[in-house]
T-cell receptor, first 114, second 116 residues
Framework: EAQVTQNPRYLITVTGKKLTVTCSQN?????MSWYRQDPGLGLRQIYY???????DKGDVPEGYKVSRKEKRNFPLILESPSPNQTSLYFC?????????????FGQGTRLTVV | GENVEQHPSTLSVQEGDSAVIKCTYS??????FPWYKQELGKRPQLIID?????GEKKDQRIAVTLNKTAKHFSLHITETQPEDSAVYFC???????????????FGPGTSLSVIP
């Protein structure tokens, strides 16, 4: 089954404790991205990756890091989480963004930083 | 910067009535306009998209119209049903100036409630 898998689904952590949210896709998609969803603000892109070892900042990259060592995986790293990073996070992948194709989203990760 | 605006933010309709959600975009080079539906507690999923070479596209009860001159596009849902209740996001691509890759920018979303 074609899918994008994120883990964990829910996470409560304390300020400053490094965490990683994993994202994996099995569709051999080139393009992957991370979004955060906050009430009234929609989906805002954090980082995106056009292919292995190619990443770039989205609209709200501060406080986040990513890596793309393999085509299927695109982890989101919060080196020192802060309460303003409490949000719902979605990973997404698409075949090739330049061709304007459907984005497939993961199930979401609800992060609370206290 | 480039953005996508979406109105209304909330919409309530009676079952069987039509619902219309409108979006505007700022990048005149945008040529791809998808719509995503997000049911409560679930992930966004594509329901319909339109490219700039057409003005309208239909898929059963949903349709999207595009006015490139005015830089706005709309989602129309006819004969609404309770299962249409969800948050709907419009989006538009930003053409990459230095790369062949586009970014997709989402609108803030419309929460649609269909009252039985």
């Amino acid at each position: 089954e074609a899918q994008v898998t994120q883990n964990p689904r829910y996470l409560i952590t304390v300020t400053g404790k490094k965490l990683t949210v994993t994202c994996s896709q099995n569709m051999n998609h080139e393009y992957m991205s991370w979004y955060r969803q906050d009430p009234g603000l929609g989906l805002r892109q954090i980082y995106y990756s056009m292919n292995v070892e190619v990443t770039d900042k989205g609209d709200v990259p501060e406080g986040y890091k990513v890596s793309r060592k393999e085509k299927r995986n695109f982890p989101l790293i919060l080196e020192s989480p802060s309460p303003n990073q409490t949000s719902l996070y979605f990973c997404a992948s698409s075949r090739r963004q330049g061709e304007n194709t459907e984005a497939f989203f993961g199930q979401g990760t609800r992060l609370t930083v206290v | 910067g480039e953005n996508v605006e979406q109105h209304p933010s909330t919409l309530s309709v009676q079952e069987g009535d039509s619902a219309v959600i409108k979006c505007t975009y700022s990048d005149s080079a945008s040529n791809y306009f998808p719509w995503y539906k997000q049911e409560l507690g679930k992930r966004p999923q594509l329901i319909i998209d339109i490219r700039s070479n057409v003005g309208e596209k239909k898929d059963q009860r949903i349709a999207v119209t595009l006015n490139k001159t005015a830089k706005h596009f709309s989602l129309h849902i006819t004969e609404t049903q309770p299962e249409d209740s969800a948050v709907y996001f419009c989006a538009a691509n930003l053409k990459g100036e230095w790369t062949s890759y586009d970014k997709v920018i989402f609108g803030p979303g419309t929460s649609l409630s269909v009252i039985p």
